[in-house]
Structure formats: structure tokens, C-alpha cells
């Protein structure tokens, strides 16, 4: 069975500073990799995916994250975060083959201190 | 285009009674989806729906009824609410299966008392 390890509940960074969020995954083949944000109050929305090709994924409001099959790892980055970003994060697998259900993991939460 | 929309958007119960959750979505999506989400639990899948007139169970089915008569609808009925289903619900829809991308409702936020 596939799942996520989101490892870190919080992470809090000073605005301007640089970001990365942690995501493992497990799954026997290659997953389809997502990555959400949930701002307050709102609903899901996707920040980026992938499914194949160049490992290094960009997505929208600057972030990318980057496939690492080795260590099973698909990490979000940031270079300069903005207040604007403060929200939990979810990374989700989805396998392929028919599949109908995605794995999210649990969601980090990202303060930003001014 | 309205993505998918979510009716109510709050909502607030007495243990033992029952409500329907709508979820509509104008994308022509096949696979739909109800989630929960608490504090500290990420989401957790309660039912979907993978065609019109499909339903299955997911994580935490208990407590809950889905229908899905209508492509472009599905709903979530509590029978005999109770505490523990106090929550905020999340609706998602997507074009196929679990490779694609999941578009997801505001939320309905219920209390039951």
C-alpha cells in the first residue's frame, strides 16, 4: 500500500529566508506526486505535479519540488518566502494502474515571521 | 466556470439530527470524493464516487450515506449526527483517477452539539 510521511507538523521561517518541506513517499512504482496548499479558511489547491521526465517539477507562486527516486523523497523548496505563503502544505501520491484513491500525507503548517 | 462548489458552508447540528451535504461540480470530472479534515489528521477520505450511479466506501465510512444520481452532484447525508462528526468537509472532484490532479471545494464546516 502506498502512503505519505509529511515529517514535520510546523516549520516556521522568517520572511525572505528560504524554504523546503519534507515528503516521502512509499510505492512500488513510479507515484504521481503532488503537491497542495491550503490557505485558511479554503479549500485545496494544487501547487505543482509530477508524473515523469525532469525531476525538477515548477510550480505556481514560485515554488518547485524535486523528484529523488533514490530516497523516495519529492521535497518542496522555495528560494524567498513571502507573508503570503503562511498555510499548510499537503503532499499526495497517486499510483497509477487504475487506481482511484490518492494518499495525502498529514499536512505541514508554514508560519512566516515577518 | 464555478470548479466545485460546496452548500452549506456552515452548519450547525443537534446530536441526533440529519443533514445532506451538497457537492456540485461543473468540470464533467468522473471521480469525485467526500473528505474529512481535523485537527492534526490530515484528510481522511469518507466515500467517492468513480462514475454516475457509483459509490464506495473510504477510510471512515461510519456514520455516512453518498449518493451519486447525477454526474455533475455528489452528496453526503449524516442520518443520526453526532459529536465526533464535528468537522470540516471537503469535496474534490477529478477527470479520472488518483494520477490526476484533485480540484477541490471550500469546505462545509459542521458542529454538532
Known amino acids: 500500500a502506498q502512503s505519505v510521511t509529511q515529517p514535520d507538523i510546523h516549520i516556521t521561517v522568517s520572511e525572505g529566508a528560504s524554504l523546503e518541506l519534507r515528503c516521502n513517499y512509499s510505492?512500488?512504482?513510479?507515484?504521481?506526486l503532488f503537491w497542495y496548499v491550503q490557505s485558511p479558511g479554503q479549500g485545496l489547491q494544487l501547487l505543482l505535479k509530477?508524473?515523469?521526465?525532469?525531476?525538477l517539477v515548477q510550480g505556481i507562486k514560485g515554488f518547485e519540488a524535486e523528484f529523488k527516486r533514490s530516497q523516495s523523497s519529492f521535497n518542496l523548496r522555495k528560494p524567498s518566502v513571502h507573508w503570503s505563503d503562511a498555510a499548510e502544505y499537503f503532499c499526495?501520491?497517486?499510483?497509477?494502474?487504475?487506481?482511484?484513491?490518492?494518499?495525502f500525507g498529514r499536512g505541514t503548517s508554514l508560519i512566516v515571521h515577518p | 466556470n464555478a470548479g466545485v462548489t460546496q452548500t452549506p458552508k456552515f452548519r450547525v447540528l443537534k446530536t441526533g439530527q440529519s443533514m445532506t451535504l451538497l457537492c456540485a461540480q461543473d468540470?464533467?470530472?468522473?471521480?469525485m470524493y467526500w473528505y474529512r479534515q481535523d485537527p492534526g489528521m490530515g484528510l481522511r477520505l469518507i466515500h467517492y464516487?468513480?462514475?454516475?450511479?457509483?459509490?464506495a466506501k473510504g477510510e471512515v465510512p461510519d456514520g455516512y450515506n453518498v449518493s451519486r444520481l447525477k454526474k455533475q452532484n455528489f452528496l453526503l447525508g449524516l442520518e443520526s449526527a453526532a459529536p465526533s462528526q464535528t468537522s470540516v468537509y471537503f469535496c474534490?472532484?477529478?477527470?479520472?483517477?488518483?494520477?490526476?490532479?484533485?480540484?477541490f471545494g471550500p469546505g462545509t464546516r459542521l458542529l454538532v452539539l
Open positions: 474534490a472532484s477529478s477527470y479520472m483517477g488518483a494520477q490526476e490532479t484533485q480540484y
Open positions: 510505492y512500488g512504482a513510479t507515484p504521481y
Open positions: 468540470m464533467n470530472h468522473e471521480y
Open positions: 499526495a501520491v497517486g499510483a497509477s494502474g487504475g487506481s482511484y484513491i490518492p494518499t
Open positions: 509530477y508524473f515523469s521526465g525532469d525531476t
Open positions: 464516487s468513480v462514475g454516475e450511479g457509483t459509490t
